[in-house]
């Protein structure tokens, strides 16, 4: 069966060996350890050279930039920026670049315009009207309600029911709090009595 043909079955029990065609590829050239196509060995040294210095200056912009990162840091520490307030300044910063973007202010003057043309249509002052009538109707009808129950207060309480329920509390406040009507001090509950005789007789 010829390899370069078959296909590449994940679930086959064989995954994971490898096959003949694979075998012939040289371990050198899988590693990278081989020249490349077209250059001399010369050139291809000059390269590596080259490559390990520039991989040389990148670990050493990393550290620079590492340092300048804890040293910003330690700084906007000292100047009591947290986090929250940076993100609190991006959020402000972002919300006005919105406010003055193109689109936002065509969207404003776009609403606005639609605004003016509803508020001016005839079907939108015919419900205002509506509503303004049905808002003074309501408290028209607020207004009577509160006088009907407020008369129904008055004749409640010039009725003989409230007027003798008006005369017991009348009478079970006066034997509470005593004869002060009478001219009588008045005694707390709690103020000690003076001690009387317990004479029976």
């Known amino acids: 069966m010829d390899s370069a043909n078959q296909d590449i079955n994940l ?9 003949e065609g694979i075998r012939d590829v040289p371990a050198e050239g899988a590693m990278g350890t081989t020249e490349p196509v077209g250059l ?20 050493t912009l990393r550290q620079v930039l590492a340092a300048k990162e804890r040293h910003a840091s330690e700084i906007k520490r000292k100047l009591g920026l ?7 300044q991006n959020l ?9 973007s193109s689109a936002y202010v065509k969207t404003g003057e776009k609403l606005g315009e639609w605004n003016d043309k509803v508020t001016s249509s005839d079907l939108y002052k015919k419900t205002q009207e509506t509503l303004a009538q ?4 309501t408290s028209a009808a607020l207004n009577t309600v509160g006088s009907a129950i407020s008369r129904k207060f008055g004749d409640m309480r010039n009725s003989a029911t409230f007027k003798s329920f008006e ?32 004479a029976p007789f």
């Open 82 to 88: 947290t986090p929250l307030n940076e993100l609190k």
């Open 167 to 198: 005369d017991r509390v009348g009478s079970i406040k006066s034997k509470v709090i005593g004869g002060k009507e009478n001219g009588e001090e008045v005694h707390s509950p709690t103020e000690e009595k003076p001690m009387q005789d317990k």
């Open 11 to 19: 679930n086959s029990p064989n995954k994971g060996l490898v096959s």
């Open 92 to 100: 402000t910063k972002s919300w006005q670049d919105v406010q003055t």
């Open 134 to 137: 049905a808002g003074q109707k």
């Open 40 to 59: 001399t060995e010369e050139e291809a040294e000059e390269m590596k050279n080259e490559l390990a210095k520039v991989e040389e200056e990148i670990t």
